[in-house]
Structure formats: structure tokens, C-alpha cells
């Protein structure tokens, strides 16, 4: 079966029927069917698409007529057997007067907007809700009616921070202590700090300091959003060096952090450039490995690749030194795996073996796989 001929009901349970913790997995799960139904998500869409989207659906494009839609639901002109068929979820419709209310900072939408934080779901928006579901077997409605609402309300936590209100800051500190997941404790703290607060940097600062959680990566960028330090961690920061940066974080935390002072404008302008990784030079051993492992451009990943089959052999030593390194990156420490094979597989091979009980389960798992490709290389080497 296709994506395109999934029935509703099981396109429901697809995108909804999920565990809470995966909250953000499950915003991209609904904008990829969305997307492969080629209408954009909420996200997606750009201002003027939402609005024409609304406004297929009946919904004028002026704050007023927004606002009400999220108080009463469709206009009375807009029966449901007459509305466009997409997008099937009618409560991407929901996200997109959000979205457009949060673009437009207003204000008047405050109070709407903050009994969707609470999930005190205003009648407009249950009408919406049960639409989606009215074709979902009873007794599974409950649960993803709830899932639904927490959805719902992270966007419109999300929400009350583009528009600033300082007013809403109670609300989003209430549903942050509500809510669990790590969506709610950034998206929380970030929202307060474009109110120009700083009261969400404690959960933030806790939650960066579980290194071995895949989580803690996200809680750094959220650290830098709000007070501009860049620690360098990332997904490919290995637990020696995270160990090394949760350290300062939280000495700085008990210096500085306490009394730190949160600007919305710094806030904004932060959150349109996210914290870059440490610069690298390109034309390094190091700058080469970790261009071969850039997923985002094949030029870069291909001439590096090149630049590496001319000097791999000859760079033996230094290869090796970067794959025993605790703290080197984790993409470079793979990337050094792959060349240090590449150069001697013989040499090579009780090195990567040494490698299968790192700390780094990304290093271990790799190092496990590849060994079994440098024996087959080694066993064909002799063969011929």
C-alpha cells in the first residue's frame, strides 16, 4: 500500500499513535505526509500559503477572523462536507492561524492562544480535533485526542514567545512544569527568553548536563540561544569532551548564570543562526576528514574524499592519533577509521579492533562493523 491510498484512520494511528517522549519525531512524521500529499505543513508554508490555505477553508486572513476560528472553529459558510480536501488533518489548520497569529505578534490572540498551552481547549479547536478523529475506532480516540493536545500545545507555547507578551510568561512556565519532554523544557525556555526571561535557563541547564541523554546537544543550542555562549556541543562531541563542557556549563551556571540577564532581541537574532561548530581548516588532515563525512554537499564531500586518497598513506601516524583521541569529534574519529583501513588494513585492523568497546556507541558500533570489512579485505588480499 502507498502512502497516497493510506485510509484515514491508519494515516491517524501512523502520525499520532506514538510515544509522547517523541514529540518532535512526530511534528516531522506529520509534515512529511503532508508533504508527500504536496501540500506544505505549517512549518513549511511560507505566510502568504497559510493564509491561502485558511482561507479555502473559509477562514479570513485579518486577526479577528483567526482568532475567532481557534475560539469557534469554522465559520457556519464552511460545512465540512464542502471543505477543500487538503490538508487531510484539519488540524494543520489550527498550527497555521497559530503560526500567523505568533508572525503578527498579536496580542489580542493572547488568551486563545494560552488555553491551547494549558490544553483548556477552546470549543473551536475540539470541533477541529474530533473531525480528524471521527473516523478513528472509539476506543483509540481518547488516547490520540490527548497526543493531539500535546502537540497543540507545544506550538502554541512556541507561539506565545514570537509574540512576546510577557503577560503569557506564567502560562508557559505552568505548562513547562506540566508538560515532560525535552520539546517543552527548550521550546519553553526559549519562548520565555523572547519575552526577555530568563526563568527557563535552570530546566535548560539541567537538562545539558545529562551528557549521555541524545537530548543534552539540543540543551547547549538552547543555552546559546539565550545567553550567546557557544560551548561547541553538538551530536558529534564525544563524552570525554561533553564531560569536559557540562563542567563549565555548570561552574558558569554558579558564577554568572543565576543573575544572567536575557534580551528578546539577542534572543531573535540568535535563533535565526545556530551556534556553528569549531572552524576547522579545510585544507587539514582534520578539515579533510570531517568535509568527507559532509552529508550536505557532494562537491565539498567528493574533493576531500580526493584530497585524502593522495595523502592517506603517507599519514598514517596522524590517522592514528585521531582515532585514539577521546576527545576528537566523533564524525572525524570515523572518518580517520575509514582512511586509516583505506591506507593499511593489516596496521590497521588491532587499532579499529580496540575501538569496538569505546564509550562512544557511534565509534563502537562502527569500529565493530568495519573490522569485518578489513578481515574480508585482508582475506582477499591473500587469495590473490
Request: glycine share 4%; hydrophobic share 40%; proline share 4%.
Amino acid at each position: 500500500m502507498s502512502r497516497l491510498s493510506l485510509p484515514l484512520p491508519l494515516l491517524l494511528c501512523i502520525l499520532i499513535a506514538l510515544a509522547p517522549a517523541a514529540l518532535e519525531a512526530q511534528f516531522q512524521q506529520n509534515s512529511r505526509e503532508l508533504s508527500e500529499r504536496r501540500v506544505p505543513s505549517a512549518v513549511q508554508a511560507t505566510k502568504q500559503q497559510r493564509l491561502e490555505i485558511l482561507m479555502r477553508h473559509g477562514v479570513e486572513e485579518h486577526t479577528e477572523s483567526l482568532t475567532r476560528f481557534l475560539q469557534e472553529g469554522f465559520p457556519e459558510h464552511a460545512t465540512p462536507g464542502g471543505l477543500p480536501r487538503q490538508p487531510q488533518l484539519k488540524t494543520e489548520l489550527v498550527r497555521m492561524a497559530m503560526m500567523t497569529l505568533g508572525d503578527r505578534r498579536a496580542q489580542e490572540a493572547v488568551p486563545v492562544i494560552e488555553r491551547i498551552a494549558k490544553r483548556d481547549i477552546p470549543s473551536g479547536v475540539r470541533s477541529i480535533i474530533q473531525m480528524d478523529f471521527e473516523q478513528v475506532p472509539i476506543e483509540g480516540r481518547a488516547e490520540q485526542t490527548e497526543l493531539m493536545e500535546r502537540l497543540l500545545s507545544l506550538d502554541a507555547v512556541v507561539v506565545l514567545g514570537h509574540i512576546g507578551d510577557e503577560r503569557a510568561a506564567s502560562t508557559v512556565l505552568e505548562v513547562m512544569r506540566k508538560e515532560s519532554g525535552t520539546a517543552f523544557t527548550v521550546r519553553g525556555a526559549v519562548a520565555l527568553g523572547r519575552m526577555g526571561r530568563a526563568d527557563g535557563l535552570p530546566a535548560v541547564v539541567l537538562l545539558a548536563s545529562d551528557y549521555e541523554s541524545d537530548d543534552s546537544a539540543e540543551a547547549f543550542r538552547t543555552v546559546y540561544y539565550l545567553t550567546g555562549r557557544n560551548y561547541g556541543y553538538n551530536e558529534f562531541t564525544s563524552k570525554a569532551r561533553r564531560r569536559v563542557l557540562v563542567q563549565q556549563l555548570n561552574e558558569w551556571y554558579e558564577k554568572e548564570g543565576k543573575e544572567v540577564e536575557v534580551r528578546r532581541v539577542d534572543v531573535q537574532r540568535r535563533t535565526q543562526a545556530p551556534p556553528r561548530r569549531e572552524a576547522v581548516d579545510p585544507t587539514s588532515l582534520r578539515g579533510a576528514l570531517r568535509e568527507s563525512m559532509n552529508l550536505r554537499s557532494f562537491e565539498a564531500r567528493y574533493e576531500a574524499r580526493a584530497v585524502l586518497e593522495r595523502i592517506a598513506d603517507d599519514r598514517f601516524d596522524e590517522l592514528r592519533a585521531i582515532v585514539e583521541d577521546p576527545y576528537e569529534d566523533l564524525d572525524i574519529r570515523r572518518a580517520a577509521m575509514t582512511w586509516l583501513g583505506a591506507s593499511d588494513a593489516r596496521r590497521a585492523r588491532s587499532i579499529v579492533r580496540r575501538q569496538r568497546n569505546d564509550e562512544n556507541t557511534m565509534i563502537a558500533e562502527f569500529a565493530r562493523s568495519f573490522e569485518q570489512d578489513l578481515d574480508e579485505a585482508i582475506a582477499f588480499e591473500r587469495r590473490n
